[in-house]
C-alpha cells in the first residue's frame, strides 16, 4: 500500500549510520513521538510520548523510553542503546539490530540474539496523546523473558532535567502514574531498584552548543514470558489517565487503516507519492479552533508563512480540501489590521511577518483554482477587501504600498521576510525596503483578488485591478538587473543572487510571465541549484557561508547566506517549466533524501556545501509540501 523504508545491519549496527537517520510518529495534535534507528536519542527532543499541552504547541517530553531486557536460558541481553556523560555507549543493543523498517507509517525494530527474533512496532493513538509499543517473539526455542525498562521524566521539550528528590509515582494495577501528568500500563509491573539514571548524553545538542545531558527516572521494569509467536505491549497516554485506552496492537491496526485511508485519498501514482502523502500528513494537526500546521518537528510550532507557503502541497495536492477550506477560513477571522500573525510558539501572537498574508491570498487564489468553491471566495470578500486596504493605507513595521503601487517594509532590529534570522537582536538579512519575492506575492494577490471580485461581480474588482497593473509594471522598472535575473531588493538596490527572484515567475500571477525573462531569471540562479535544493546565496558573495553548523548565533548567521533550502526546488521548477527548460533528474537527490534523515520526510536545511548534509528540522512542513506540489504538478 504505501513506500516501505528499511535498513539491515549493516546500517542499524553502525552508530554513526543508524543514529543520523530518525523516525517520527505522529497523534495528530502536534505530540509525537521520535528516535533514531538504532535506539541512540541523540535530541533532547527524543522520546516516546511528547505531549502537546496547547495543541500544536506547550510540548512536554513524558516518556522518554522503553528499555528492553531479553534472557534467554541463562544470557541476558540489553537491547536499549544510550550514550553517557562521558561518551560512554552502554549497553549498545544496536549491534543485535536485524533489520529497521518503516511500513505504512510504522516503525519496526528485529532484534536477532543466537536463536532468539524479536520484534517491537510502535505506534500512536490519533487525535489522543498515547502511544504503544508491542513486542514479539518471532523465533525462540524455548520460552524467554522480556522485561521492559521504563524511562520517565516530565519536562518541556526545549530543555533537561536534572535529579532532585524522587518524582511523584503513583501504583496502579497494570503500572504506575507519573507525576500525575501520564499513566504506563503493562504486564506484571516492579519498582526493584527505582533510581534516576543520571547523565545521559545527547549529542546532538551538543553539536548545536546547547545543554547536552539530563537525568531520567528508573520507574520500573514490566514482565513478559514468551514463547514463540507470542506478544506483549506497554501503552503510555496523558490527559485522562482512566480513560480506556486501546492496546498497543489496536493502536498499530488502527495506525495502518488510518495510513491507508490518507494515502488513498492522495491518489498516488507511485511509491514517492505514497511516501510524500504520508509525511504531509505528520503537519497537519487538529487544535480547538480547527485544523493548523506544524512548521516542522520536532521544535516548530504553526507559522502562518510556512501554512500557507505549504498550503497548497499538504492541503490540495492530497485531497483535503475540506480541511483546507476551514483553515483558511478561520485564518482570515484572526486577520488584524490586513496581516496574519507570524506564530504564537513565543507564548504570544507576533504579526513580524510582511508575506504571511500575501501568502495567504495565494493559497485562497489556488484553493479557489482547484475546487472551484466560489462560496469560499465570497465568505471571504471582506477579508480580501481588509488586506488590500490596510496594506494600501500603512500597517505594522511599515508595511505599505509605495507610490509606484509596490510594498516596501522594514523597521529598526526586525526581518520581516522568510529571510528572518536574527542574532543579538539585529537581522542577519534585514533587507528593509522593497523584497522581490514580496512584490512578486503582492502583484499575483492584487490578481487573484481582482479574479475573484470579477467573479462575484464585486464593485472594487477594476479598482484592484489597476492596483495590480500598476504594480506589476512599476515591478518590471524597479527590478531589472544588468544580465540575468532580477534584484533581491529595490529602494535601495541589493544585486545579491538569492532564489527570492523566482517567485516573479513561479507564481500563477507573477509579474515576470514571459519566457524570455523567466529564463534570465532560471540563468540567474543557476549557481543556487544543489541536489538537496536552493542555495540563498550565491557561493560567489563574499557573505556566503557554506556549512549551517555550529551554535545557535553560528547556525542564525548561516540561515540565510548560503544554507540550502529545499523547499524552494519548487518555485525553481516552475520557472524552469515556465522557461522551457528541461528538469529531468531535479528532484532525484530529494527523492533519495526521504531515506537518508527525517525518514519518509524532507529536511528543513542543508549545508551550502558539498555533500549539502542535512540540517535543521529533519521534518519540515514547506520542503515536503512543495516537492509534493512540484512533483504532481510536473508529473502528474
Known sequence: MSALIEFGPQTTGDLAAASTREWLVTDGLGGYAMGTVGGLATRRYHGLLMVATAPPIGRMLGLAALDPVLTTGNTTIRLATHEWSDGTIAPNGHVHLESFEIRDGIPKWRWAVADVVLEAELAMSYGHPAVGVNYRVVRAPDRVRLDVEALCTWRDAHGERTASGEPAVERTDDGFVFEDAYRVRGPHFDTA???????????DEAERGLSATEDVWFAGRFSAELAAGGSTSVEAWAGDKYAPTPAAPLMIAAARHRAADVVMRARPNDDIDRTLALAADQFVVTTASGPTVVAGYPWFGDWSRDTMTSYEGLFLRTNRWDQGRTLLTRAAAGLSEGMLANTADAGGLEYNTVDATMWFLHAV??????????????????????????HQAGTRFGIRVD???????????????????????????PRTGKPVEVNALWVNGLRVVHHLLTELKDDRADEVRLAADVAARSFLSHFAREGHGLLDVADPGDASVRPNQLLATSLPFGPVDDRAGALGIVRACGPLVTALGMRSLSPADSRYTGRHRGDSGARDRAYHQGTVWPWLIGPYADACRRAGVPVGGL??????????????????????????????????????????????????
Open 193 to 203: 531498584g527505582a533510581s534516576w539514571f543520571r547523565g545521559l548524553r545527547h549529542r
Open 587 to 636: 528532484f532525484d537527490g530529494l527523492f533519495a533524501h526521504l531515506r537518508e534523515w527525517g525518514l519518509g520526510s524532507i529536511s528543513e536545511t542543508a549545508d551550502g556545501d558539498a555533500p549539502y548534509a542535512a540540517t535543521g528540522c529533519p521534518f519540515q512542513a514547506w520542503s515536503v509540501a512543495e516537492v509534493l506540489r512540484a512533483k504532481r504538478s510536473l508529473f502528474g
Open 365 to 390: 487564489g489556488r484553493h479557489v483554482d482547484v475546487t472551484s468553491d466560489m462560496d469560499l471566495a465570497n465568505d471571504l470578500r471582506g477579508s480580501l477587501h481588509q488586506i488590500i486596504d490596510h
Open 403 to 429: 507610490g509606484d503601487g509596490l510594498i516596501t517594509q522594514g523597521e529598526e532590529g526586525w526581518a520581516l521576510t522568510w529571510m528572518d534570522a536574527r542574532v543579538d537582536g539585529t537581522a542577519v538579512t
